[in-house]
């Protein structure tokens, strides 16, 4: 057993041994180049086979499940929040049905529509339910294609879309003015927050922990990401700078600084492209899913007076 250990760690580090790295180069500048060469070309359209299916344009049903995380199973079923009752309601998009939250709040501001991040449901939401109750608005939370209870599988285009069906859900069937309506978007759900703005009107929008361009985010976190140009990757490609550098409703960015699941840096760059009127707010030693808990103070203090400027 300890020979065995012995050897599996001599193969772990002879990667980073500079003597078998010596007596590798020694041992190739023997070998026959035209040999060597010829070998290198065989495997080449092998590389460039693997290269085309590992595009992320390719290859979506790999990358979705990297990307989605959907839960299934509510983490709590309440029948109120803060003496709001909810209803629960099923919207049609793209052929699928769409569970949603609403708590239809009486004299209310105006209507949050909230967009959840990769993971879980809208029942891991309620503490930003309840926060957007306390300010007086009603809210609409809605699960994503495949997650809680909406059918379907979840999908780049599909989440977008479910966002676009909730908002037409508010105006069309609840009659609420689109100067009435407020975005909030966490993570995943900022890039879906700011599609629903670049395609409809709204008072204003709240991204929470997101990202600038899904292309720009993939490259900061998966190294093989950086070998793919633009163009293959889908054609949609959650591009919230590109959207928000063109005219839009008061934007209220909020990014942790010690976020490692999507960089601080990306809400910098986003908040750097954004057009006015924006601000962004940072939170000193914030994480990616604590804004709401071991940072509640701050986070809300931003949300308050971003809200009370708006409507």
């Keep these: ?170 105006t069309k069937e609840r009659k609420i003015a689109p100067t009435k309506i407020v975005l909030f978007g966490e993570s995943l759900g900022g890039a879906v927050s700011a599609h629903i703005a670049g395609n409809r009107e709204v008072a204003a929008i709240i991204l929470q922990s997101t990202f600038s361009s899904l292309p720009h985010v993939a490259r900061a976190k998966m190294l093989l990401m950086r070998a793919y140009p633009n163009f293959l990757f889908p054609k949609n490609k959650m591009d919230s700078a590109k959207t928000l550098s063109s005219e839009h409703a008061p934007l209220l960015i909020i990014h942790g600084k010690a976020d490692n699941v999507i960089p601080y840096s990306e809400g910098e760059l986003l908040n750097r492209k954004a057009a006015e009127p924006k601000t962004f707010v940072s939170i000193e030693g914030g994480g990616h899913n604590d804004l709401f808990y071991e940072y509640k103070e701050e986070t809300l203090k931003a949300l308050s007076q971003f809200l009370n400027n708006c409507l």
């Design 1 to 170: 057993m300890q020979e065995f250990a012995a050897m599996l760690w001599n193969d772990i580090t002879g990667a980073f041994s500079v003597a078998q790295w010596k007596d590798c180069l020694q041992k190739l500048s023997k070998v026959n180049r035209k040999v060597l060469v010829s070998n290198l070309l065989a495997i080449v359209p092998q590389i460039a086979v693997f290269y085309v299916l590992l595009a992320p344009a390719v290859a979506s049903p790999l990358y979705n499940k990297i990307l989605f995380f959907p839960s299934k199973e509510l983490a709590l079923n309440i029948d109120s929040i803060n003496d709001t009752a909810k209803e629960n309601i099923f919207i049609e998009s793209g052929g699928e049905k769409i569970n949603a939250w609403l708590f239809d709040k009486a004299g209310a501001r105006g209507t949050v529509l909230i967009s959840h991040g990769n993971a879980g449901n809208i029942s891991h939401r309620i503490p930003i339910i309840e926060y957007f109750l306390g300010q007086n608005f009603s809210v609409l939370a809605y699960d994503y294609q495949g997650y809680g209870l909406s059918t379907g599988e979840p999908g780049i285009n599909k989440i977008c879309q479910d966002g676009l069906s909730a908002y037409d859900y508010l």
